[in-house]
């Protein structure tokens, strides 16, 4: 027996409603999209089959609601074990700073994972240009120790160039080259389809509202400092226990189900590198590029030289030859310098050892330096004051300085200040100058240190 029996066997007097006319929901949806709300439609679906025959309104709406809900179904997709590999920026900005600097700055944050297992990695990025993006898919390669048949990226134009109509998409020529080196195919999600990333997107939710709590309220961090963050989280979120998994772990299922299915990594990684472009040697012996300049030895000063950039570092060839190689630098304005491509008398200027240099002066300049060596001041600061040590010969002369240092050291003063000051005023003297001197004989208004003896009140009784 139906429900409908079952009802009118136990309840044969109940009002029956099969004379109700039920509306066609396709075109009362068409009429709700023209603007119209639910009680307009149901007034005019009232009008069109009388009250007699019409649902009333909550039963109208009751109805419609359950329509609704067929209208979008998910499809539920069932991925092949080490077939894919689903990336995505997160719309979170990281805010952080360079190693070297306290201005802050957005990093961004990129996510890969496997759909099959679900296993996730974090990496922070400093853009979303080509090189970082390269560099976090190489990451996640490395991460997972194999790769799969393909890769599902965004529609970012450090991978997608294009998406003509009817026609396979059109890809960055530098991420074309990685996905050559490691053998990937590339089938970049549908503009406007973030589900067909779904793994990808619901990783982003999850780990940018993680990184949002560890980084509320703390101080800026470095971009060094940031990945190992993101580091920790993504193995909290791998070895976590999955609803619904029997007790596995993202972790535990791709050990178990999906590693064995990637293929082999190559044996070298992919050199990101971009366009080589020409540079003069300036008269400097630095070569500009992207705001910073790098050296190279000083006999190529006016010469036409070829960078050659990379991802962690750059590449200058003269005639064809490697002239130097320094790591990247990422910030702005930089002089990175070999010590090895200065001429000898910039090196005696920028790099002159203290204690090297004081040994050509005399025993009591050593024990000053050796003082100096001991207080505990800044880089800079250091620099600074070693520069203004090693000029005080140069402006007063180098039997002077000799005889400053030796008075120093007799008075057991042996801050370079108090040589200074003996240069200046001219009381430097000499060993001689000290050998007869008479202790000073104390003025009526001296009193000197018995006047400010404690007398015991003991004693004086």
Not at 190 to 208: C, F, Y
């Amino acid at each position: 027996m139906t429900d409908a029996d079952l009802r009118a066997m136990f309840k044969p007097n109940a009002k029956q409603s099969e004379h109700l006319i039920e509306p066609d929901w396709q075109e009362e949806l068409a009429f709700m999209k023209k603007g119209f709300t639910r009680l307009d439609a149901h007034q005019k679906y009232v009008d069109r089959v009388g009250e007699a025959n019409a649902l009333k309104y909550r039963s109208y709406c009751e109805r419609f609601s359950k329509f609704e809900k067929t209208l979008h179904p998910i499809l539920r997709l069932q991925y092949a074990p080490g077939f894919e590999m689903q990336t995505d920026f997160a719309g979170y900005k990281v805010p952080g700073r360079n190693n070297s600097s306290s201005e802050i700055v957005y990093f961004k944050l990129f996510v890969a994972v496997l759909p099959f297992s679900r296993l996730g990695f974090l990496f922070i990025t400093r853009s979303e240009n080509t090189d970082d993006h390269i560099e976090a898919n190489i990451k996640a390669l490395e991460y997972f120790g194999g790769a799969p048949i393909i890769t599902r990226p965004d529609n970012l134009k450090a991978a997608v160039i294009s998406r003509p109509k009817y026609k396979a998409p059109r890809l960055n020529q530098k991420y074309q080259e990685f996905l050559d080196h490691y053998g990937l195919g590339c089938d970049p999600a549908r503009p406007g389809q973030a589900t067909d990333k779904s793994q990808a997107e619901s990783l982003v939710k999850i780990s940018q509202r993680l990184l949002r709590l560890r980084l509320h309220d703390s101080p800026p961090k470095t971009i060094t400092e940031l990945r190992k963050i993101a580091s920790e989280l993504n193995e909290q979120i791998n070895n976590r226990p999955l609803r619904r998994a029997a007790g596995h772990s993202r972790r535990t299922l791709f050990d178990a189900e999906e590693k064995s299915h990637l293929r082999t990594l190559p044996d070298s990684p992919f050199e990101i590198s971009d366009t080589t472009v020409n540079r003069l040697v300036h008269r400097d012996y630095h070569v500009e590029y992207k705001g910073n300049f790098y050296s190279v030895p000083y006999k190529h000063i006016g010469q036409k030289a070829s960078v050659r950039p990379r991802q962690a570092s750059i590449e200058i060839y003269i005639n064809g030859k490697v002239a130097a190689i320094h790591s990247r630098s990422y910030e702005c304005n930089k002089y990175i310098t070999i010590s090895s491509h200065r001429p000898e008398n910039h090196s005696a200027m920028v790099e002159v050892d203290l204690h090297d240099w004081a040994s050509k002066f005399s025993p009591a300049c050593v024990e000053l330096v050796e003082y100096e060596a001991s207080a505990d001041y800044p880089k800079r600061k250091r620099l600074a004051r070693e520069k203004w040590i090693q000029s005080l010969p140069r402006q007063h002369g180098r039997a002077r300085f000799l005889n400053a240092c030796e008075r120093a050291v007799r008075l057991n003063d042996y801050r370079f200040e108090h040589v200074e000051n003996a240069l200046r005023r001219g009381i430097e003297g000499s060993l001689s100058d000290y050998s007869d001197v008479e202790p000073l004989n104390p003025r009526r208004n001296v009193r000197g240190g018995g006047y400010y003896q404690k007398k015991d009140p003991r004693n004086e009784a």
